[in-house]
């Protein structure tokens, strides 16, 4: 068996929406196999090309290649009618994918009384102050059904015949706990509006495990798009304010059936300040004029709810935890021109405790992170700006002494800086792995 692939993973370091889109659009060309392994329909990467914009959700972001394959992992959930909808958008832009699209027949479906109970849940939630801010697209009950040995796989499609009897278990405890007053379709409705979304896609069925472990013997490149981020992770995340499955690195290897010898890479993504949507600690917040011109700055509403971004400055802990859990090699920073113009530019260096005492690890308990306060240090902004430019050097001295700053702080070199939207606003670092890869 050869080995001689170099296999990449894109992975977020702080709490989504790191710019992972763009990279993964970036690095594509140079890969045969673009793979989602983990998330759903909560995702929102966006590419800029020629200052247009495409916002994809479920489908891999080399969609835009035509030399790149794109296989959806076993460790997705997918939402049918949000992923027709998505290929008919690419279809507008005269992109066909489907005859380079693989669908995992062991990635689970994302389905109505899903939906229902992610929304029933946070409502209800909400009402005792315990909301966690979900997407609302049904992904934690998808995942809940697939533990819960009542989820529906993609390969069930393939046998029309079976897929009620497959249904009716998951639906009937969705219904007994919203109530007989719940608006749900019925399980026929269901199961046809499946099947006609899966027509088109039924030759796009297959074992996606056999078909990376196969271009991984032939030596074949393969990029793996992460989605969310480590501080979503479910094991190693802000629990519970997080997504239901591992979108860090052990989730990859569950999400697509190959073994980690199969990975080579791992670029770890960051923004140059920190954003979060939905509840949860951040102690990186500002909830001042500085967050809200963050915000503005940097478009920080979600790509897919459209919810404003709660900003802070960058933070070094949770993002040097995130490259430990993750194994990173190298950190794009993305966003940089977001900060030009700012008189002064922070990183949260640390947490301290009630008692101003230094913190090492990041707390596992959420009541654990009410009492922490960051310690920021405060560094000279520049008003040369950065947007465009494409060599580090070029950067202005103070977002450089930025940068190194930050480096420092999360004990992990930077491989790539990104000072804009479109693909050629960014800098690549020389001699770092990346360089040979975005040449
Ligand atoms: P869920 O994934 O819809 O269950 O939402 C759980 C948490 O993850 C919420 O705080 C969401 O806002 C957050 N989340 C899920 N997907 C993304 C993403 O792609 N970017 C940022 N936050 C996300």
């Known amino acids: 068996m050869s080995r001689a692939s170099e296999n990449l993973a894109v992975l977020g370091l702080q709490w989504g929406d790191e710019g992972k889109g763009k990279l993964v659009d970036l690095l594509a060309p140079r890969y045969r196999h673009v793979v989602r392994f983990q998330g759903g329909n909560n ?20 969609a835009l290649h035509p030399g790149c394959f794109l296989v959806v992992g076993s460790g997705v959930v997918l939402n049918l009618d949000v992923f027709e909808q998505e290929l008919s958008r690419l279809r507008d832009r005269g992109i066909d994918v489907t005859s380079r699209l693989l669908l995992s027949d062991k990635a689970h479906l994302i389905l109505p009384h899903h939906i229902a109970l992610d929304v029933w849940r946070e409502e209800r939630a909400h009402k005792v102050g315990a909301k966690i801010g979900t997407t609302g697209r049904g992904i934690g009950p998808a995942y809940e059904m697939k533990a819960a040995r009542m989820g529906l796989r993609v390969g069930d499609l393939k046998h029309p015949d079976v897929l009620a009897e497959r249904i009716r278990p998951g639906y009937d405890e969705v219904r007994l706990r919203l109530g007989s007053g719940a608006e749900l379709p019925t399980i026929e409705a269901i199961v046809e509006n499946l099947l006609k979304a899966i027509e088109p896609l039924l030759g796009c069925i297959g074992n996606a495990q056999a078909h990376l472990q196969d271009a991984w013997a032939k030596g074949e490149q393969i990029l793996f798009e992460g989605a969310q981020a480590a501080l979503l992770d479910l094991d190693h995340g802000t629990y519970p304010f997080v997504t239901s499955s591992n979108c860090s690195l052990g989730g990859l290897f569950t ?25 949860g600690p951040m102690v990186s917040e500002l909830t001042n004029a500085t967050g ?22 960058f933070d070094a802990p949770i993002t040097a935890h995130a ?15 977001v900060l030009d113009g700012m008189a002064e530019v922070g990183i949260v260096v640390g947490y301290l405790d009630a008692h101003g005492h230094p913190v090492g690890q990041l707390p596992s ?9 960051p310690d920021v240090r405060m560094y000279k902004g520049w008003q040369t700006p950065t947007r465009g430019v494409t060599d580090h050097q070029q950067l202005p001295a103070e977002a450089q002494a930025y940068l190194d700053a930050l480096a420092e702080a999360v004990e992990m070199p930077i491989v790539y800086v990104s000072t804009g939207p479109d693909r050629a606003e960014g800098c690549v670092y020389p001699g770092t792995f990346l360089e040979p890869l975005l040449a």
């Open 292 to 313: 809200d011109h963050l915000r503005e700055a940097g478009r920080e509403y979600g790509t897919t709810t459209g919810r404003p971004r709660r900003c802070g400055w």
């Open 323 to 337: 490259c430990r859990t993750n194994g990173v090699d190298g950190l794009a920073i993305m966003k940089l021109d």
């Open 43 to 62: 995702a929102g990467h966006t590419v800029v090309v020629d200052g247009q914009s495409l916002a994809l959700h479920q489908v891999p972001s080399g």
């Open 255 to 279: 999400g697509t059936g190959l073994p980690p010898k199969a990975l080579h890479r791992i670029l770890g993504v960051a923004k140059a300040y920190t954003t979060r949507v939905g509840a």
């Open 365 to 373: 308990c959420a009541a654990e992170w009410a009492d922490l306060q």
